[in-house]
Structures are given as structure tokens and as C-alpha cells.
């Protein structure tokens, strides 16, 4: 694994300078200079040179066995209830299962999930369904232990997870446990059909960059991907699927974590990441009273109330409402930010809305290049207009 | 009680711009500073060490100038840091990423607890401490929102989920990812101050930590990056003219037509 310049070769033109995406070149006494910390091989200078200057070895990873086959998804649920992520990932399962000839299932872990033909409904060819008390909350243990042994046992090829807090916590035990590699967040998966690979595509560096990974000598391939980012299929009662009930043991599992309690939080009514029309609120607010004006427009919507961070930090509104990168992924039918400006951090956690509408008294406001629809205007007048028309 | 706070040095992205014109990250002038979640592992760390005693070590994988950040370590708490730091590291996925951590806590030996943040900034993954929780077998507590009890080997938690919180108790050693809300950093001290500069700070390399180089760095890693691109930011909003009465009318009714409300 390396990458080197070849002096006699380099002519220090500087064509691959802008080409890194990581600005890692330099052009020191007339050669291109690369830092190896934080370089990916990705050869995006390499292309970029005319000279062949640049030489980039790779080990090649030896294939996995071929012995696994099969597409998985991991069906998440919450209280019995299916979450809406499984059914997505199981319209992008079905196209990648198609593409490789092969089945999709779904894995269930529960105690009384209701609704399971969803499951087939959506696209699965077989469910494992496991229910036992054991999956009653989400406790972490148990579903890494259970899930790590249906892999073993029966070898997929590709196991997909929502990116939800439980999937982002437990789902990375699985991969270690089963020493593979796990891509976060993806939002494109497609499939190398000559090499029988997951090319899976991930926003890194707060959504400036777009990265496609590989996991080339090692099964099964595993991403986790947020809820929203891939669209759910129409249902299909009449599929046909199996369902194959499967018995938990419990002496299979020793977890030295205890659960004590669980104490529901109920004061958020909304949950910004499942809702589909969020009003949010920046600096342009001004101070903490004209939240109001957001939450009423967000009620006259019947949407949910989100924040940038600025106002988070002035204590205005709590942490939970802040989307951005350091806050909530959201990605609602309908996203309405108000007063914000459109810092990168923030656009990272809210720019695959499907309709944006930007409202800011600033026309250059960065917010205007990834809205739909821009209002250039005073807030304070155009958001109780917005109102008043819609409660008539 | 031994703990260790792992860091990772990231891009200040308060500074990061696109240039409008060739939708490039703007890197001139990006100041690196210490991932933010890491500064409430930090300073949970620090707190638990005045709770219960003991020692507080920061440890950071990185390139070389990441000891800067770990002498900042020192100036709010850190009662001494480790940075692993070799050529062979270079390029790790989450999974080497972990594997070499673990390996530098298993020669540290004699760890309790393991604290990071919940996720980087850069990466954005929040894979690695669950990660290496699983490569050096521990116990592990996500989205740890307080520590109620650390002492008699055992830990007890309030973690965040989706909708509530739960208690969680473990044995010690253990690995934890800690939220936001956990705490709020402290501002260097001026004993801290003094202390981080003449603090010696060691760099541990693959053969230190008895780490194979296939096993760390790009070798090491399951997943491979094929191709990285920028992506398109074509859509231009389309820009609603007129008084505010107007604007909003017509918003709605472009709204109402392609049925979003």
C-alpha cells in the first residue's frame, strides 16, 4: 500500500493538485508533494496526471468464498411496531437481489411484532422471524449476539441496517464480531455485477464529499443507511414469502450489561427524523420568543419543529430540535428553513429534503443554492402571512 | 480507576467552505481542533477521576501534529496522553482503526473504562467504539447521557434512546460512547497549562503496540475507498418575488399544486 511521485516524471505542473479532494498536494521546489495521512488511494491524481508521474500500489485483497449468497435486511422495530426504514431498505434489497439473482430476507428480531407480511409484502423472499422477550426494548446485547449467528449460520452476501440510533450502536458489534467491513450512511448502493461487489456511496466531510466503498475480501457486506434516504415500494399483500419462526436461545447470549430501567421520554410529540414537514428556525430569529413563530407554522403545517444550531447554543430551543451535522439527519417531504443561513454543518443534516423552502433576508445566503423555493424577505412578515393563509 | 479518552483530530468545520464556482472544499486556513463529541469524553473522563480517583489518559491515532491536540488534552484534565502515529496507520477504516486502538489499550494493560464520543465530524460513522469494544471483548454503553456510579468495579449509566432513557449497569472494564448532554467541557486551567508543556507525550508505532501492518492502515482495513467526488449542487432555488402577501400566496399555492401540503 503506497503512493509515490515519481520525480523524473513530475513536471510539477499542478494539475493534480486541485484534483485531490482532501488537499493533500503540494507543489514544494517545482514536484507535486503528497501527505500520506489522509490519503485513501482513491487515485483522483493519478487520473488527473498527464505524466504518469504518480504510482499508487494497492495489495489486492483476496475475493471472498463464494459461498455466500443472498441479500438481508435488518428489520428494525420499536415496541412491536416495524419501522419504516426495514420497508426501504427492502425496495433497494429487491433491486440489488434482482441485479445478483439471488433471495432477499428479512431478519425480525421482536417480541409480538405485529404486521410481519409486511415484510413479504415489501419484497422479502423469506423473513426470519425470532420473537422472544429478550427483544423487547433495545437492549443491545442480545440483538448483537442473534444476529451475528443467523449470518454465520446461513451467509449472506449483503446485510443492510437502518441508520437509526439503535442500528448505528448495535450493528457495528456485528461487523466486529464478524471482522468484516461496515460502510455508515450510505445513500447510493449499487452493485459491480462483473465483480459481484456492493458499491455502496456515503456523504463524508459533512455531505461535501462523496465517497464509494468497497468491501472486497471480506463477507458479508454490511452498510447501514438512514431512514428517508431510499423510497418504499408499493405493498404487495399477495407475494409470496416465508415467514420461518426461529427459536431464541437464550443461553446463546451471555451479556454481562444489565438493563435496569427504562424511562419513556414523552415530551417530544413529533420525531423530527420520522416526520415529513419540519419548520426550522435559525439566528435570523433573533431572540428566543420568536420561536413561537416557527412552532406555529410548523402546527399550522402539521410538522415538526427543528432548529439550526445557533439557536441551540443560545439556549433558545433544546439540543433534540437541532438538525445538522451535529444534530439530526432529517429527510421530510417538506423542510422549511427560516432565518437560517445555510452553514455547510447544517445543509449536511437536512439537503435531501425533497422540497426545501429557503426564507432569509440575505439573497446570498447559501441556503438559496440547495432550496426549491427562496423567499428573499423579512421573516417577521412573511412567515405570519404563510400562516394565516393556511388556517383559512 | 484507569481511564482512557480517545480523540480524534478533525477539520474545524465552523471553517470549512465550498468554493461556488468548482464546489470544492475551501482547505486554506482550516484550523484542526479535537472532534467536539471528544471533548465531553474528555471531560466525563476527568470528572469520573475526581469522582472516584485515579487517571485519566487521552490517546489519539493520528499524524503527528494530533499532539498538539493531545497537549490541549492536558491543559483541561488529562492526566497524561499516547498518540499512535506511524505511516502504517495511515489510510484505517473503522474496523483497523479499532483493532489498533485495542491493541494500544491491551499494552496500556490495566484500563477500567474506555470513553469516546458518540461520533467524529469527519468520518461521521460513530463506528469505532463499538467496534472496539467487540475487538478487545468488553462490555459496551452507547449515547451514555450521565454516569451514576462508577466505583466497586461496577458501572451504572442513564443512556439515551430513541424515546427515553434507560439505566444500564456493566462490570468494569468497560467501553462507553457518551452524548451531548452528558456534560459541559471545562476551559483550560492555568495549572493545566503548565503542566501540558512540559508534559512528554510518546508516539506509539505498529511495532510499539505489536499491532502486524497488515493488520492496521489501509492494509488492515475491510472496506476499500474506490472513488471519491463531489457532488452536484445544481438545484438553484427558484425565487419567489413580490410584498410578503404575495410571496406567501404564492408559495402555497406552488406548494398546494405539487401537493406537498
Redesign the interface.
Known amino acids: 500500500m503506497s503512493i509515490r511521485v515519481d520525480s523524473d516524471k513530475c513536471t510539477g505542473c499542478g494539475s493534480c493538485q486541485p484534483a485531490c479532494p482532501f488537499g493533500l498536494i503540494d507543489i514544494i521546489d517545482g514536484k507535486a508533494v503528497i501527505k500520506v495521512e489522509g490519503c485513501n488511494l482513491c487515485e483522483a491524481c493519478k487520473e488527473a496526471c498527464a505524466f504518469d508521474a504518480i504510482q499508487i500500489e494497492k495489495t489486492v485483497q483476496t475475493p471472498a468464498g463464494d459461498e455466500h449468497r443472498g441479500v438481508w435486511v435488518f428489520a428494525e422495530q420499536r415496541n412491536g411496531e416495524l419501522k419504516g426504514v426495514g420497508l426501504e431498505l427492502l425496495a433497494k434489497g429487491r433491486e440489488l437481489a434482482d441485479t445478483l439473482k439471488t433471495e432477499l430476507c428479512a431478519v425480525c428480531l421482536g417480541d409480538d411484532v405485529h404486521q410481519v407480511e409486511q415484510l413479504t409484502a415489501h419484497g422479502a423472499d423469506k423473513v426470519y422471524l425470532v420473537n422472544d422477550p429478550a427483544f423487547g426494548g433495545q437492549f443491545e446485547d442480545p440483538y448483537v449476539a442473534e444476529l451475528t449467528r443467523l449470518i454465520t449460520e446461513h451467509k449472506p452476501e449483503i446485510v443492510l441496517a437502518g441508520a437509526t440510533p439503535f442500528g448505528r450502536s448495535f450493528f457495528p458489534r456485528v461487523a466486529a464480531r464478524l471482522k468484516t467491513g461496515l460502510t455508515a450512511d450510505c445513500t447510493g448502493l449499487d452493485i459491480d455485477t462483473e465483480k459481484r461487489l456492493l458499491l455502496q456511496t456515503r456523504p463524508t466531510f459533512g455531505g461535501n464529499i462523496m465517497a464509494t466503498i468497497i468491501c472486497p475480501g471480506k463477507r458479508p457486506q454490511m452498510s447501514t443507511v438512514r431512514p428517508r434516504v431510499f423510497r418504499r415500494g408499493n405493498p404487495d399483500a399477495g407475494r409470496q414469502g416465508q415467514i420461518l419462526k426461529i427459536d431464541f436461545k437464550k443461553e446463546s447470549v451471555t451479556s454481562r450489561t444489565r438493563l435496569l430501567s427504562f424511562v419513556a421520554d414523552l415530551t417530544e410529540k413529533v420525531k423530527l427524523e420520522d416526520a415529513d414537514i419540519i419548520v426550522s428556525g435559525g439566528r435570523g430569529l433573533g431572540k428566543p420568543e420568536n420561536f413561537a413563530l416557527v412552532r406555529e407554522l410548523a402546527v399550522a403545517l402539521g410538522g415538526a419543529v427543528g432548529s439550526s444550531r445557533p439557536p441551540v447554543d443560545e439556549g433558545w430551543i433544546p439540543y433534540s430540535h437541532q438538525v445538522g451535522q451535529t444534530g439530526k439527519t432529517v429527510c421530510p417531504k417538506l423542510y422549511f428553513a427560516i432565518g437560517i443561513s445555510g452553514a455547510v454543518q447544517h445543509l449536511a443534516g437536512m439537503q435531501t429534503a425533497d422540497c426545501i423552502i429557503a426564507i432569509n433576508d440575505d439573497p446570498d445566503a447559501p441556503i438559496f443554492q440547495v432550496a426549491t423555493y427562496g423567499i428573499v424577505g423579512d421573516l417577521f412578515k412573511v412567515v405570519p402571512q404563510l400562516i394565516e393563509k393556511l388556517k383559512r | 480507576m484507569n481511564i482512557l479518552v480517545c480523540l480524534k483530530q478533525v477539520?474545524g468545520?465552523?471553517e470549512?467552505?465550498?468554493d461556488?464556482v468548482?464546489n470544492?472544499?475551501i482547505?486554506q486556513g482550516i484550523k484542526n481542533v479535537t472532534n467536539?463529541?471528544d471533548t465531553y469524553a474528555l471531560e466525563e473522563g476527568v470528572r469520573l477521576r475526581e469522582r472516584f480517583g485515579g487517571k485519566v489518559t487521552a490517546i489519539s491515532m493520528?499524524?503527528p501534529q494530533a499532539i498538539d491536540m493531545l497537549r490541549e488534552a492536558i491543559t483541561v484534565g488529562a492526566d497524561d496522553a499516547i498518540l499512535l502515529s506511524d505511516?502504517a496507520f495511515?489510510?484505517a477504516?473503522?474496523?483497523a482503526t479499532?483493532n489498533t486502538l485495542a491493541k494500544a489499550v491491551q499494552k496500556l494493560g490495566n484500563i477500567d473504562l474506555v470513553i469516546c464520543g458518540r461520533q467524529t465530524?469527519?468520518?461521521?460513522?460513530?463506528?469505532v467504539?463499538?467496534?472496539?469494544?467487540?475487538?478487545l471483548g468488553l462490555?459496551?454503553?452507547?449515547?451514555v447521557s450521565k454516569v451514576e456510579d462508577a466505583a466497586g468495579g461496577k458501572l451504572?449509566v442513564q443512556r439515551?434512546?430513541?424515546?427515553?432513557?434507560?439505566?444500564?449497569?456493566?462490570?468494569l472494564p468497560?467501553v462507553i460512547?457518551v452524548v451531548?448532554?452528558i456534560n459541559v467541557p471545562r476551559v483550560p486551567s492555568l495549572r493545566g497549562t503548565m503542566k501540558a508543556k512540559s508534559a512528554q507525550i510518546p508516539t506509539w508505532k505498529a511495532q510499539d503496540i505489536g499491532i502486524a501492518a497488515?493488520a492496521a492502515?489501509?492494509?488492515g482495513?475491510?472496506?476499500?475507498?474506490?472513488?471519491?467526488?463531489?457532488?452536484q449542487?445544481i438545484?438553484?432555488?427558484?425565487?419567489?418575488q413580490g410584498d410578503?402577501?404575495a410571496?406567501?400566496?404564492a408559495?402555497?399555492g406552488?406548494?398546494r399544486e405539487?401537493k406537498?401540503?
Open positions: 477539520p468545520t465552523t470549512v467552505k465550498i461556488p468548482k470544492t472544499l482547505r467536539p463529541f493520528g499524524p505511516v495511515a489510510g477504516d473503522t474496523l479499532s465530524i469527519d468520518g461521521d460513522t460513530g463506528q467504539g463499538p467496534e472496539m469494544a467487540e475487538v462490555p459496551f454503553i452507547s449515547y451504572r439515551l434512546v430513541e424515546d427515553g432513557y434507560e439505566t444500564v449497569e456493566a462490570p468497560a460512547t451531548k448532554e497488515e492502515g489501509l492494509a482495513s475491510a472496506t476499500q475507498v474506490v472513488k471519491v467526488f463531489f457532488p449542487r438545484k438553484r432555488a427558484e425565487m419567489i410578503p402577501t410571496q406567501a400566496e408559495l402555497i406552488k406548494l405539487a406537498v401540503i
